[in-house]
């Protein structure tokens, strides 16, 4: 498992020692990217604030600005886990219940790395860089979280095909405008931005 990895937006690494952390450093971003760098790290610090009581998501170990220390998930990334066991999946949706239950939206749930298949079969969620907290839950996060549920099911579409229902499908075959807007417009910018060409270990997402 690489220990490092780096990005104009700074670098990830992972910290020896008992429990393992993940180190999210902004430090190291380019001049004119600082600013977007700390926003992100700040978001993703405040919803694992908000979804620290969850099993299968970071603990946060530390915020001040700068760095960001998050607890490490063992487990592999979904492409290589490629979970054919329906079990997964409905621990995965258990999973994403939740953290909207709490008010949150990872926004970023397409990316297979952003989801792992941990020791025990289930599934946990890292990276909330993009995520949107709204404690009542508006119109606006609603379509959110539904395409957090899209996703998922795109994932199950692919690995476990055979176990989506006819409701599923029905979801899968209906994106939003909202969702249609973001994927052709601000999400390819952010992923830019954020170099996701370098390549990811699991539990040790890059910046």
């Not at 001049?31 to 009581?53: G, N």
């Not at 220390?69 to 994403?96: Q, T």
Request: with cysteine; aromatic share 6%.
């Amino acid at each position: 498992m690489p220990s490092r990895s780096s990005s104009i937006l700074g670098s990830v690494r992972l910290l020896a020692g008992e429990p393992a952390l993940v180190c999210r450093d902004t430090r190291g971003a380019r001049w004119w990217a600082r600013p977007f760098a700390r926003r992100l790290a700040a978001r993703e610090a405040r919803a694992l604030r908000v979804l620290e009581d969850i099993e299968g998501i970071p603990r946060l170990h530390g915020w001040d600005g700068r760095q960001l220390l998050r607890s490490l998930i063992p487990g592999a990334m979904l492409r290589e886990a490629a979970p054919a066991d329906p079990a997964y999946f409905r621990s995965a949706l258990r999973l994403l219940r939740r953290i909207h239950r709490h008010g949150v939206a990872h926004n970023d749930l397409a990316r297979e790395p952003n989801w792992l298949a941990r020791p025990d079969g289930t599934a946990a969620i890292i990276d909330f860089q993009l995520a949107w907290h709204d404690p009542r839950r508006g119109r606006l996060f609603r379509l959110m979280a539904r395409e957090d549920l899209r996703h998922l099911l795109k994932h199950k579409r692919q690995y476990c095909p055979a176990q989506l229902t006819p409701g599923q499908r029905r979801l899968l075959a209906t994106p939003s405008l909202a969702a249609r807007a973001w994927r052709w417009t601000l999400l390819p910018l952010g992923r830019r931005l954020r170099g996701w060409a370098g390549s990811k270990a699991a539990g040790t997402e890059e910046p």
